[in-house]
C-alpha cells in the first residue's frame, strides 16, 4: 500500500478515507479497538534540516513493504495505520529513491495489542535518528492527556505552560511524558527567549494529544496539535499536517456504518442501471 504525505489537509484526509475503504470496514471503524492482535502505527517526520523522505514499512525480516509513504517532508505526520501486532522495520529513504536504495536510517518496532505508537524521525538533519514513542489512548473521566514534543532546531530551548501550570523547561530534542489537565478550553504557552506563542485547545474529555514544537522562521517556534484519541474506546485519530502557521485539526475518521452505506448505494445504482439496460433490450 503506498500513501503520500503532503502538505494540504485534504490530501491527507484523502489518504486516510482511501485506506479504509480498501482495506474494508474494519480498518474504517472508528469506535472501536483493533480486532485480533493488532494495534496502531502513526510515522512523523519531526528533524529540522533533514530532506523530504520516503518512509517504508516492512514485516520485521521480510522485503515488501506493507505500507509507504512518498514524500514526508518536515513536520509532517501520517494517519494512524492499523497493524497486525508484532515486528516491524522502519526505513526512511530520500523522497524519490529507488526501494533498493539503501535507506538512510532505519530501526524496528514492536507493536502490541490495542495498543498505538508513534516512530518519528528526530534530532538535526545531520544527526537523525529514528524514535519510537508509546502513545496512550485514553485520560480519566472530564480529563485530558497532553504530552509535548520539542522539534524545532531553530529555538532550541522552550518553556511550555500548558493550562496555567508552571512553565516546564524542554529542550531539543527531547519529548515530555503525558501529563493530565480539565478537558474544555485549555491555554498553550511555548517561550523561547523574548518571544512566545500562545494557542487555545478544545480539549475533550479522555481524549489524549501530542503537541509538536516545529522550527520556525520568526523568533517563536509553531505548534502542531495531534490527536492520539477522543477517548479509551476509539480508535486513534488521523495525522495533521504542519504547515498551517498554528494547530491544525485533527482528520475525520470514517465509521463502518458509512462504508456500508456506499458499498450498499453503489449496489443499488448498478442493478437500477442494470434494469434499465434489459428494458431497452425488450422494447
Known amino acids: 500500500m503506498t500513501l503520500s504525505v503532503r502538505r494540504p489537509a485534504a490530501v491527507l484526509l484523502s489518504a486516510a478515507l482511501c485506506t479504509a475503504v480498501l482495506a474494508g470496514p474494519a480498518a474504517a471503524t472508528a469506535n472501536a479497538a483493533p480486532a485480533g492482535s493488532s494495534g496502531w502505527l502513526r510515522l512523523a517526520h519531526?528533524?529540522?534540516g533533514a530532506p523530504a523522505v520516503d518512509v517504508y514499512l516492512y514485516p520485521f525480516g521480510g522485503s515488501k513493504a506493507a505500507l509507504v509513504l512518498k514524500n514526508v517532508a518536515y513536520g509532517d505526520a501520517s494517519p494512524y495505520e492499523t497493524v497486525d501486532g508484532?515486528?516491524?522495520t522502519v526505513a526512511m529513504r530520500v523522497a524519490g529513491a529507488a526501494p533498493s536504495v539503501a535507506p538512510v536510517i532505519?530501526?524496528?518496532v514492536r507493536v502490541e495489542q490495542g495498543k498505538a505508537y508513534t516512530v518519528a524521525g528526530l534530532g538535526p538533519g545531520t544527526a537523525l535518528e529514528l524514535r519510537?514513542?508509546?502513545d496512550q489512548l485514553s485520560a480519566p473521566q472530564d480529563r485530558a492527556g497532553i504530552r509535548v514534543i520539542q522539534a524545532s532546531l531553530n529555538q532550541p530551548s522552550v518553556a511550555v505552560q500548558v493550562a496555567g501550570n508552571d512553565p516546564s523547561p524542554l529542550r531539543f530534542p527531547t519529548s515530555t511524558p503525558y501529563s493530565t489537565v480539565?478537558?474544555?478550553a485549555t491555554a498553550v504557552k511555548v517561550t523561547a527567549g523574548?518571544?512566545?506563542v500562545s494557542r487555545t485547545l478544545q480539549l475533550a474529555g479522555r481524549s489524549t494529544h501530542t503537541l509538536v514544537v516545529l522550527s520556525s522562521t520568526g523568533a517563536a517556534p509553531k505548534l502542531l496539535d495531534l490527536t492520539d484519541s477522543s477517548g479509551p474506546a476509539t480508535q486513534p485519530g488521523g495525522g495533521v499536517e504542519a504547515?498551517?502557521?498554528g494547530l491544525g485539526e485533527p482528520a475525520a475518521t470514517t465509521s463502518a456504518a458509512e462504508v456500508a452505506g456506499w458499498g450498499a448505494a453503489l449496489v443499488l445504482g448498478l442493478g437500477a442501471a442494470l434494469f434499465a439496460v434489459r428494458r431497452l433490450?425488450?422494447?
Open 46 to 48: 519531526f528533524s529540522p
Open 86 to 88: 508484532g515486528q516491524y
Open 106 to 108: 532505519s530501526t524496528t
Open 132 to 134: 519510537t514513542l508509546a
Open 182 to 184: 480539565r478537558a474544555g
Open 194 to 196: 523574548t518571544a512566545s
Open 243 to 245: 504547515g498551517l502557521g
Open 281 to 283: 433490450r425488450r422494447t
